[in-house]
Every structure is written in C-alpha cells, then in structure tokens.
C-alpha cells in the first residue's frame, strides 16, 4: 500500500501524461498499449522468476495481477474524470496491457 502522498503525486502525473494524449500517439508504443511500464513490471518479474527456474518467482508474478489490474482501473477512473469523452476515445483504440488481448 502507497502511502497518502504518493498516491497522490502519481495520480498528479497520471493526469500530466493523460494531457498529452494526442501527443502521445506519435510514439507506436502508446498507440498499442497505454500501461507501458505496468507490462514491463510483469515482464520484468516473470522473466527472474523464469531465469532463477523458481516457481515462486513465477507464482509471486501472477499474484501482482490484481492489485497492478485494480491500479489501472482506478488510474482509468481518475482520468476519465479529468478528460472525459477524449480518454474514452483513447482508452476504446488502445490496448491496456497487452495488443489485440487485453
């Protein structure tokens, strides 16, 4: 659990990226996924986990599913508060983790 605060500055910055939506799809990444660095986390954590060959590693990356999914959503929910209709669009053209699944 983030403290107060830091939820706080990370909503701030969430809102600051979400500004700059239409700049954003210049960069094929964006356009295929808006999560970046969520993906690289579950990435990150299932390739240790898979490198070590401990299940635990892999196990430990499935259990960081649903707090990280509970996180974009709630990210969503702010975003959509501040910028409406225009993330909506953004959100409906754009994957949250994973192109084409999800």
Avoid at 31 to 53: E, I, K, M, Q
Avoid at 74 to 95: I, M, S, V
């Amino acid at each position: 659990m983030l403290p107060p605060k830091q939820v706080e500055w990370e909503a701030f910055y969430s809102v600051l990226a979400a500004r700059q939506l239409s700049a954003a799809e210049r960069y094929t990444t964006a356009r295929w996924r808006y999560t970046t660095s969520y993906l690289g986390l579950l990435v990150n954590a299932l390739g240790w986990g898979l490198a070590f060959r401990a299940g635990v590693g892999v196990l430990l990356t499935a259990l960081m599913l649903p707090p990280l999914l509970a996180r974009i959503r709630a990210e969503e929910r702010l975003l959509r508060t501040q910028f409406g209709d225009e993330y909506g669009a953004y959100c409906a053209r754009t994957a949250r983790l994973i192109p084409g699944l999800y």
